[in-house]
T-cell receptor, first 110, second 115 residues
Framework: DAKTTQPNSMESNEEEPVHLPCNHS???????IHWYRQLPSQGPEYVIH???SNVNNRMASLAIAEDRKSSTLILHRATLRDAAVYYC???????????FGTGTRLKVLA | DTAVSQTPKYLVTQMGNDKSIKCEQN?????MYWYKQDSKKFLKIMFS???????INETVPNRFSPKSPDKAHLNLHINSLELGDSAVYFC??????????????FGPGTRLTVL
């Protein structure tokens, strides 16, 4: 059911930028791209979302390809607290459904 | 204040028992969800209620029955518990008309262990 594809795992050094990729080649024109992360032993938390344009917030940046078939979540300076599973999700307004895939497990090295 | 709360946090029970998990949100949202996360960490939607009306019911055994007494509460009752029901259950909420813009808010989870 998941309509997104992400690498199973990635590693980053502390205080370095991290680029987490997501492919969503079957995205429709109305689908929003959402990113969530799940810290160990916690529920998922919303990180950022976008439709067509790149987005920035206090947690991260979201870069969306021009054809919208892929996106990249950017953590500008990874900290040990950013170690989590990051999920890329497509959400179609009005469907009530957020379909989580397997996500990318990010490991941050001190 | 906790936005989405669940009780209990841990639940250990014997096979065949009936148990309930409660969820409350104080965000004023109109849509609530139950998810199951199994041992492989795959997060799967089970149910969704919008304004107390069931709108998503994903191939979940009849032993699972959600109940929404009001918009702020969504409970999950499980009959005749089986070993395979062991998982972490997450409650979430969203505001439907802004869900695509604000996403979902999740509770801390309830870890259910069936012995």
């Amino acid at each position: 059911d998941a309509k997104t594809t992400q690498p199973n795992s990635m590693e980053s050094n502390e205080e370095e930028p991290v680029h987490l990729p997501c492919n969503h080649s079957t995205i429709s024109g109305t689908d929003y791209i959402h990113w969530y992360r799940q810290l160990p032993s916690q529920g998922p938390e919303y990180v950022i979302h976008g439709l067509t344009s790149n987005v920035n917030n206090r947690m991260a940046s979201l870069a969306i390809a021009e054809d919208r078939k892929s996106s990249t979540l950017i953590l500008h300076r990874a900290t040990l607290r950013d170690a989590a599973v990051y999920y890329c999700i497509l959400y179609t307004p009005g469907t009530y459904k957020y379909i989580f895939g397997t996500g990318t497990r990010l490991k941050v090295l001190a | 204040d906790t936005a989405v709360s669940q009780t209990p946090k841990y639940l250990v029970t014997q096979m065949g028992n009936d148990k309930s998990i409660k969820c409350e949100q104080n965000l004023g949202h109109d849509t609530m969800y139950w998810y199951k996360q199994d041992s492989k960490k795959f997060l799967k939607i089970m149910f969704s209620y919008n304004n107390k009306e069931l709108i998503i019911n994903e191939t979940v055994p009849n032993r699972f029955s959600p109940k929404s007494p009001d918009k702020a509460h969504l409970n999950l009752h499980i009959n005749s518990l089986e070993l395979g029901d062991s998982a972490v259950y997450f409650c979430a909420s969203s505001q439907q008309d802004r869900g695509h813009k604000i996403g979902q808010f999740f509770g801390p989870g309830t870890r259910l262990t069936v012995l």
